[in-house]
């Protein structure tokens, strides 16, 4: 059979002028704040009036570890948001902004696949609104206005050898992960020892994603630490005198974005921190919006349940006082197999036991998402080299799990294929039977907390630490940060903090490298093993293949 690609579907989509889908949510044209005919911003006064409505509810959809073969989280998030309105339910979709790092280096874009997609693609994965240029140029500002304060005197005393807010870029590049700034003399300032991040990582970017309004937004940029005196005493944003033109520069990014899918369902997408090295969720903003305005309201965090759930839980979740209702487990056949020892050539012929000797990564993100008290159902996204025997060995795992597994055909049939996963979904969100709580209490230790999440959701036997980074942790302790919750950042493919680990691997231990202090997002990054918070390209990246063609519509983007 002849499938179309990704690009093409997405370009044959019969899509409605966005009046017509904000007006599903019963937002009025004049509070849709139009970029071209097909997407728009929510004006932050149709936000303030809807405050007093009662919350949907909240659905996440999250999945196991990610390998080669694909699991197809967007595409299910969308799949499933479209097969809730198809079976009559007020729903809306919530998920991330692509950054131009992964689109030009390993993943070539998209928002879903197949025949569950949101659009328009293009325009989504390349400058969309321009929320992420406001975001690199705000935080670049901030950057600009240290070393200028430097230039001009060093009023504040800044130690010029502890300024710790870097520069960034939405792009991936090796390059400039440790640069040397203000070379070449006198006029260009202090040389000074400094890198890049990619934007997605950059604190502002979470903060943008936390912040609840602009005035809580300002406040956020104001207690970002940016650098230390010689005696350790910190350096604000506010002290710099940053925060006030941040927030200019950022107040349009900070209303939710909000575009169509294929099948002309709302789908809020808006905000874009990377789930490996940050918090990997949509913004609180359109979450706690689309939550007002609709009776369900799915949304995705980022790579699999390790990070991307345990995040949304223990941060987004206790940071916006959000309870999830059912989380969805995406899983495929084929990632079972690879997760079984098959190798990706070797997927085509049917290999039950490889995919019964997989299953256990699958149950451990079961148990995992249960210890938060919320309940999990299993949704198998469907390739057609899967076979029916394969379909069962997943549903009879999952069954032993005490979860159910549904198949899914949404890539191929659009809502059509969701219809048993989506009237599920809504039975278990309709009954409550979620009894949320995260995993750990704010007054726990950093370390402690370091060590809850790295031993019940990683099974980790212990966290390797030195000495300079406990008595960092006890220093932002002691001086009232100990409250805030952990950012764990860690390879996205495997419970360890090595990448080539698949399965459910026990008998390990979780290297901590380096920790960094967001004070103005709320959390501390622990970085663990080899992640890098400027990602690389790969030996072949996606922009090789990414091309205008003859009638000038984009190629390579898939």
């Known amino acids: 059979m002849d499938y179309k690609s990704d690009i093409e579907i997405a370009r044959a989509a019969n899509k409605k002028p966005i009046q017509e889908i ?3 949510l019963d937002i009025p044209s004049e509070h849709l704040l139009p970029y071209g005919h097909d997407k728009a911003k929510v004006s932050q006064e149709f936000i303030n009036s809807v405050q007093g409505n009662e919350n949907g509810k909240l659905i996440l959809v999250t999945a196991i570890n990610p390998t080669p073969a694909g699991e197809g989280k967007t595409t299910t998030t969308v799949g499933l948001g479209d097969g809730l309105n198809k079976i009559g339910k007020k729903a809306a979709i919530c998920i991330r902004e692509a950054s131009l790092g992964p689109c030009f280096g390993m993943k070539g874009g998209a928002a879903g696949g197949g025949y569950a997609q949101v659009v328009p693609m293009e325009e989504m994965n390349l400058h ?4 992420f240029h406001a975001i690199t140029s705000a935080h670049n500002l901030l950057s600009a206005m240290i070393d200028n304060h430097i230039y001009w005197g060093n009023k504040l005393d800044i130690d010029q050898r502890r300024v710790t807010w870097r520069r960034v870029m939405d792009m991936n590049d090796r390059a400039l992960r440790d640069i040397v ?3 070449g003399g006198v006029p260009n300032g202090y040389p000074r020892q400094t890198g890049f991040d990619i934007t997605v990582a950059s604190e502002v970017m979470a903060i943008l994603c936390l912040a609840t309004s602009l005035e809580d937004l300002q406040k956020r940029l104001g207690d970002i630490i940016v650098a230390s005196r010689r005696d350790k005493s910190p350096i604000y944003c506010r002290d710099i005198k940053a925060d006030g033109a941040m927030t200019v520069l950022l107040k349009d990014a900070m209303q939710p974005n909000i575009v169509q899918t294929l099948e002309n369902n709302p789908a809020f997408v808006h905000g874009g921190p990377f789930a490996n090295i940050a918090h990997g969720c949509n913004s609180v903003m359109a979450t706690t919006t689309a939550l007002k305005i609709a009776d369900y309201v799915v949304t995705e965090a980022g790579f699999g349940a390790d990070l991307g759930a345990e995040k949304f839980m223990n941060i987004k979740c206790r940071k916006a006082n959000l309870t999830p209702s059912v989380v969805v487990v995406v899983a495929t056949v084929r990632a079972m197999k690879m997760n079984g020892g098959v190798a990706k050539k070797d997927l085509g012929p049917e290999n039950v036991d490889a995919v019964s000797a997989g299953c256990p990564n699958l149950g451990r993100h079961i148990e995992n998402i249960k210890s938060f008290g919320v309940p999990v159902v299993v949704a198998i996204n469907h390739f057609i080299t899967d076979t029916e025997a394969e379909v069962q060995a997943v549903k009879d795992y999952v069954e032993v799990q005490g979860s159910e597994a549904i ?3 949404h890539w191929e049939k659009g809502s059509e294929g969701t219809v048993k996963l989506a009237t599920r979904i809504a039975e278990i969100a309709d009954a409550d039977m979620a009894n949320f709580a995260p995993l750990y209490s704010d007054d726990l230790t950093l370390f402690e907390k370091i060590e809850t999440v ?7 036997d212990e966290v390797l630490a030195d000495g300079k980074i406990r008595n960092q942790l006890k220093e932002w302790e002691d001086a009232g940060y ?3 919750p952990v ?5 996205q493919y495997s419970f360890t903090t090595d990448p080539n680990r698949r399965g459910a691997p026990l008998g390990h231990s979780v290297p901590v490298r380096e920790v960094r202090l967001s004070a103005g997002a709320g959390f501390i990054v622990v970085i663990c093993g080899e992640i890098m918070t400027m990602p690389g390209l790969p030996s ?3 922009s090789e293949n990414i091309m205008l063609n003859d009638l000038g519509q984009i190629e390579g983007l898939f």
């Open 454 to 460: 790295a031993k019940r959701i990683y099974r980790a």
């Open 407 to 409: 198949l899914c055909q």
């Open 487 to 491: 950012c764990m950042a860690k390879t």
């Open 22 to 24: 904000g007006a599903k």
């Open 181 to 183: 700034t203000s070379l």
């Open 540 to 542: 072949v990246p996606a």
């Open 482 to 484: 100990g409250h805030l």
């Open 128 to 131: 969309f609104t321009g929320d």
